[in-house]
């Protein structure tokens, strides 16, 4: 549905040229959910106002559908309000001169279309706003000004809908609930969606597919599963999930791989060439072996360690572990998430164990 | 030139490449930029060059030039012209400093104690507006004349003095009226900046175990330096430029101030307006010397800065006991600065001769002198050209003020191109109105069009000193426009008129209402320019009101001045009454 080819934007600051995006290329199958994930700065936003022209890239090729609507060859550029794109914008953009219906109204009125008033309330009761009309959009709350956004984003049939981290103003609640009904709709009309945040919860639960993106590259482009259980890089490794990273020298052991990192000796069941090597570990996946507190029994071929414990921090339904290696380097700090109510206290030595299976290797770079 | 305006910075600035820009094609947008440029252009660069051409020749505007030195070697060779020089020097200093004092500990009252004079910045900020120069001056002189003044006759009665006490016609008598008339701008200078000072900054003072004393010496004296810095500026450079004290108590008193040597230069027969050139030149200097200066104080404001666009309500110092005194000093200014002078204009416009009000006094009372008003000579018609002017000026310096805004800010051009037009809209700041007079007059004296002698030459005068405001005022208004709003509505698919005409013009009306009636009144009581331009047939207000005091007749005066502020007032409470009621759909 949409095809990136080579995109190059430049920003000229009073410090020189920044890349924004550097020479990106994508293919996104059409209705389909797809998130751009990454740090502020990473250029996600810029590519998504590229694709909405907003932005005029500098270099490259971008196609919605069967048009090119942009080519720096060709000298091609079709302005944002011919594109047909439905957008839903960070700050909502909502008009405070006009009612909820006159906002949802407009993109029908000004492309001269038809049945205005119907297909207005159609929109409006799909987000869930039936009977606000006429009200005054500058006097809903946040959550309701969204829904307006999203109402006037949709209410064109577009092809293509662009979010830009829609959900970032919201209250953690609220965001809950506005991701499953997001999805909804999305599903409902099945227009092809680009999303664009930086919240990896949003990235993982909503998206068919998500790209990882820092320093205008795309690090990485998979499922979220994928992304999550199998992440080619330590940067993916990080921003999704969460991960212990650590260096190593590999010896191949026959199918499995042997690791010596600051932590210790790490045996991993992936295998990999010899020599230098990143792995990662996720924090939930380290046991602590303990039966009187109910945890987990050492199992043959697991990593066994013994740590002591350097940090504890609350979350509610879990507790975040911070352990320090007893043998190995001393220097390296293993996180770990263990059940709120667990008894342990900073300055205690435990016993922790991680199977070999969640040792995971990464791509050399 | 233009007072010191109700805003807090009058100059603009062209921000950083910032990538929230309108892409238009490039040679219309080149040619609508250049266009743009030339019409601004065309309103300061040829008076000023004609300021130029004036000075350095000894040849009156009409006439081959005749290249000499003469004109400003002559009027920088007299001791005389250095003497009057210094004397504004002197009394520009003298005000701005206590200006600010007084200003600055009034805003402080009403923005950061709990003293019940929060209404005060509502008041004052129409005082300026509705009671100009001129009416200050003249009923300050009906309260401290020697010979009528109503104070000085109230305290030789108390006193049984056998004459005034009180001189207004003295140095100090100038540097009262001069400094009471902008105190009013001096506390909306800084009563801005109080109120949206960041409290934590001197919540960590305190915590760090300063006192209180500490902190307001240490940190938010410190903190205010930009703006106290700034302020003294613009009060100076008003004060150098200054028409009205110096001509309606200066003269009288026997002091020529700088701006009256200038003024008399054109006013005399023959006209001398080479000589007006000469003399304007230090002025101009010194007022672009006194703005650049300002840029640089006020450029590193981000060091200073209290304001990040959340708002902060700053804490509120109790005063205890000292409250009554406080609100003492505050009432107190507010019948010095609007209530005494407009009070005792109003009573000379009902008696036929300054007076006490007593049993005869009021026996005396009649509608004579409005009578007498109407029938001056060409008073209602200038009445008439006056409100008409304001409204063309107001009209067409919004617009052009409103495009020069939205380029600035909205338009992705050249920088060059962008900061020119930036720069040259703003250049007028530094123009006295008198500069604007002077240049303007010799420059349409030399065009062989018909506009000098006519109300065209009044409107352009107008446009030219009031245009950085517009541009001000509509780029404030442009600014709080978040860029997504019209974003969003290209991306429904709207056109770029129709993004302009529904989202940006119907958002941006109460800013450009705001300008049309800012630069309207501030036209309506122009006085500087107006003197050298306006003529027999296309009189002001503002001359008007001069003619009548060079007449003596002062209680006429009052009745015309009355009458038009009474007009006046409805006319704005009316507008304001209609801007709410358009406003509410804003929200």
């Not at chain 1, 009309?189 to 999303?195: A, E, G």
């Not at chain 1, 206290?345 to 995971?360: C, K, L």
């Not at chain 2, 300061?44 to 130029?52: D, K, N, S, V, Y």
């Not at chain 2, 009665?157 to 100090?172: D, H, T, V």
Request: aromatic fraction near 8%.
């Amino acid at each position: 549905m949409i095809t990136i080819k080579h995109l190059v934007k430049r920003f000229d600051s009073t410090s020189g040229a920044t890349l924004a995006l550097d020479d990106l290329s994508i293919d996104i199958e059409p209705n389909t959910f797809f998130t751009l994930l990454g740090p502020s700065g990473c250029g996600k936003s810029t590519l998504l106002r590229c694709l909405a022209g907003l932005e005029h890239p500098d270099e490259g090729e971008i196609t919605i559908g069967d048009a090119t609507v942009f080519s720096s060859a060709a000298n091609i550029l079709v302005p944002s309000n011919r594109r047909n794109i439905g957008m839903v914008f960070q700050s909502y953009a909502i008009w405070p001169h006009m009612t909820v219906g006159q906002n949802v109204a407009f993109p029908l009125e000004v492309q001269g279309q038809k049945d205005i008033r119907r297909r207005t309330l159609e929109a409006l009761d799909l987000v869930g706003l039936s009977g606000l009309d006429t009200r005054y959009a500058s006097k809903l709350s946040g959550g309701q000004q969204q829904r307006v956004a999203l109402a006037r984003a949709i209410v064109g049939k577009p092809k293509v809908l662009l979010l830009d981290e829609p959900l970032s103003n919201l209250d953690a609640a609220l965001r809950d609930q506005m991701r499953a009904e997001l999805l909804k709709i999305q599903r409902a009309l099945n227009v092809t969606t680009i999303y664009v945040t930086h919240d990896q919860t949003e990235a993982l639960s909503m998206s068919d597919r998500v790209a990882v993106m820092s320093k205008g590259r795309f690090i990485e482009v998979a499922s979220p599963q994928e992304l999550y259980s199998r992440p080619r890089t330590a940067f993916s490794a990080r921003f999704v999930g969460g991960a212990n990273i650590l260096e190593g020298k590999a010896i191949r052991d026959g199918e499995r791989t042997t690791i010596d990192t600051g932590l210790g000796r790490l045996v991993s069941a992936e295998s990999t060439q010899e020599g230098s090597i990143t792995l990662f570990i996720r924090l939930e996946k380290i046991v602590w072996l303990d039966e009187r507190n109910g945890q987990g029994v050492a199992r043959e071929g697991m990593n066994r360690f013994t740590c002591r414990i350097v940090g504890r921090r609350y979350a509610g339904d879990t507790s975040e572990f911070d352990l320090s290696p007893l043998d190995g380097d001393q220097q390296t700090l293993l996180r770990c998430r263990f059940p709120a109510d667990i008894a342990g206290a900073p300055g205690d030595t435990i016993s922790i164990g991680i199977a070999p299976e969640h040792v995971h290797l990464l791509a050399p770079h | 030139m233009s007072a010191p305006g109700i805003e807090t910075t009058i100059a603009s600035k062209v921000p950083a490449s910032s990538p929230r820009r309108r892409h238009f094609p490039a040679l219309a947008r080149n040619l609508a930029l250049a266009a743009l440029i030339l019409v601004v252009g065309y309103l300061i660069i040829p008076p000023i060059g004609a300021l130029l051409l004036g000075s350095a020749t000894d040849t009156p505007p009409g006439v081959a030039p005749h290249f000499t030195s003469s004109s400003l070697v002559y009027a920088y060779t007299q001791r005389d012209h250095y003497a009057s020089m210094l004397l504004s020097v002197e009394f520009a200093a003298c005000t701005a400093t206590l200006v600010l004092l007084v200003g600055g500990a009034l805003a402080w009252i009403v923005a950061r104690t709990d003293s019940p004079l929060g209404r005060m910045a509502d008041i004052f900020t129409l005082v300026p507006i509705l009671v100009p120069a001129i009416l200050f001056a003249t009923g300050w002189l009906l309260l401290l004349g020697p010979r009528g003044g109503m104070l000085n006759l109230w305290a030789m009665q108390i006193f049984g003095l056998k004459s005034a006490p009180l001189n207004l016609y003295s140095f100090w008598g100038m540097v009262w009226v001069g400094a009471l008339q902008e105190i009013p701008l001096a506390f909306l200078w800084f009563w801005p900046a109080f109120k949206s000072m960041n409290s934590d900054l001197e919540d960590a003072a305190l915590m760090s175990g300063a006192s209180a004393f500490t902190v307001i010496r240490r940190i938010t004296i410190p903190l205010l330096r930009p703006a106290v810095v700034s302020g003294w500026i613009m009060f100076f450079i008003y004060g150098l430029g200054a028409l009205a004290v110096p001509l309606m108590i200066g003269i009288p008193a026997g002091y020529v101030m700088y701006s009256t040597e200038i003024y008399l230069a054109v006013q005399r027969i023959p006209s001398d307006l080479n000589l007006a050139s000469a003399y304007s030149l230090a002025l101009l200097a010194a007022s672009l010397i006194g703005v650049y200066v300002y840029h640089r104080a006020t450029r590193d404001l981000s060091r200073f800065t209290t304001v990040t666009g959340k708002a902060f309500n700053p804490r509120i110092q109790r005063l205890g006991r000292w409250r009554p005194v406080a609100t003492a000093f505050g009432i107190l200014m507010l019948f010095l600065v609007a209530l005494l002078p407009m009070l005792v204009l109003l009573w000379n416009a009902f008696i036929p001769f300054s007076q006490l009000p007593s049993i005869a006094a009021f026996k005396l009372m009649s509608l004579k002198n409005f009578r007498a008003a109407l029938e001056y000579g060409e008073a209602i018609q200038a009445l008439i050209n006056s409100v008409v002017l304001g409204i063309a000026a107001g009209v067409v310096t919004t617009v052009l003020g409103c495009t020069i805004a939205w380029c600035t800010l909205r338009l992705k051009g050249p920088k060059f191109l962008l900061a020119t037009l930036d720069q040259m809209a703003t250049l007028p700041v530094a123009m006295p109105g008198l500069i604007v007079g002077v240049s303007v007059l010799w420059f349409y004296l030399l065009l062989p069009l018909p506009i000098y002698g006519s109300s065209w030459i009044l409107l352009i005068a107008y446009i030219t000193l009031h245009l950085p405001y517009a541009v001000r005022i509509c780029g404030s208004g442009l600014a709080q426009l978040h860029h997504e709003l019209e974003e969003a509505a290209a991306m429904c698919g709207a056109h770029w008129f129709t993004v302009f005409r529904r989202i940006v013009l119907a958002l941006l009306a109460p800013s450009l209402l705001t300008s049309v009636i800012y630069v309207g009144l501030r036209s309506f009581r122009e006085y500087s320019a107006s003197i050298l331009l306006a003529s027999p047939g296309n009189q002001v207000f503002s001359v008007m009101v001069l003619d009548m005091w060079d007449g003596g007749n002062l209680n006429i005066l009052c009745a015309y001045v009355t009458m038009v502020t009474a007009v006046l007032g409805v006319l704005v409470a009316l507008l304001s009454w209609a801007a709410r009621r358009f406003g509410v759909k804003v929200a």
